[in-house]
């Protein structure tokens, strides 16, 4: 079985600060990883993912992750926060092979101050 | 945007009627997908398809079915629908392998009173 861990529900910056949204998963082999974004109202768009080959992904509007296997981790970062990322973001993994199917963490909400 | 439409948007109802969400790609894709998302439980897989009648429960399933007679439609239906059944349903699809990712309709809020 397949989980992901987010951890806190909430994460404030101020604009043009550091974005750090972390992920850990669990999973009896290297899974696909994937970080999605939710706006209010809306459903979800695919920010990144990783699937194999370089551990170091870049997404959309400018994010990007690390796949540690070490730290079964991907945690998301920006390096510049602009208000515009205010949203809830999701962590999910699914297993490798042709079923995109996934299982989410608890999401986390990322408020950035002006 | 991938061609997902759910319908209804939103929907009322009352508890014990049985109530059918509908999911409509145009994108031909293998794979479609219910998921159900509520406050502190992120997004939670309810059942999944893998082709026409072929559909397989997924973590959430009790009190759900789901029929797929064609490849664009995937149907949900909550039999008697309760009140923690209240939530905000969101249809995927994907082609599978070698491209995983998975696209997500605008979601369907369902209210039971």
């Known amino acids: 079985a397949q989980s992901v861990t987010q951890l806190g529900s909430h994460v404030s910056v101020s604009e043009g600060a550091l974005v750090l949204l972390r992920c850990n998963y669990s999973?009896?082999?290297?899974?696909?990883l994937f970080w999605y974004v939710q706006y209010p109202n809306q459903g979800l768009q695919l920010l990144l993912k990783?699937?194999?080959?370089?551990?170091l992904v870049k997404g959309i509007n400018g994010f990007e992750a690390e796949f540690k296997k070490s730290e079964t981790s991907f945690h998301l970062t920006k390096p510049s926060a602009h208000m515009s990322d205010a949203a809830e973001y999701f962590c999910?993994?699914?297993?490798?092979?042709?079923?995109?199917?996934?299982?989410f963490g608890k999401g986390i909400t990322l408020s950035v101050r002006p | 945007d991938a061609g997902i439409t759910q319908s209804p948007r939103h929907k009322v109802t009352e508890t014990g009627t049985p109530v059918t969400l509908r999911c409509h790609q145009t994108?031909?894709?293998?794979?479609m997908y219910w998921y159900r998302q509520d406050p502190g439980h992120g997004l939670r897989l309810i059942h999944y398809?893998?082709?026409?009648?072929?559909?397989d429960k997924g973590e959430v399933s009790d009190g759900y079915s789901v029929s797929r007679s064609k490849t664009e439609d995937f149907l949900l239906t909550l039999e008697s629908a309760t009140s923690s059944q209240t939530s905000v349903y969101f249809c995927?699809?994907?082609?599978?392998?070698?491209?995983?990712?998975?696209?997500f309709g605008q979601g369907t809020r369902l209210t039971v009173v």
């Open positions: 995927a699809i994907s082609p599978g392998e070698p491209n995983t990712e998975a696209f």
């Open positions: 398809s893998y082709g026409v009648k072929d559909t």
């Open positions: 999973s009896s082999v290297p899974p696909y």
């Open positions: 999910a993994v699914s297993p490798t092979g042709a079923n995109s199917k996934l299982t």
């Open positions: 990783y699937t194999t080959g370089a551990t």
């Open positions: 994108e031909n894709h293998r794979y």
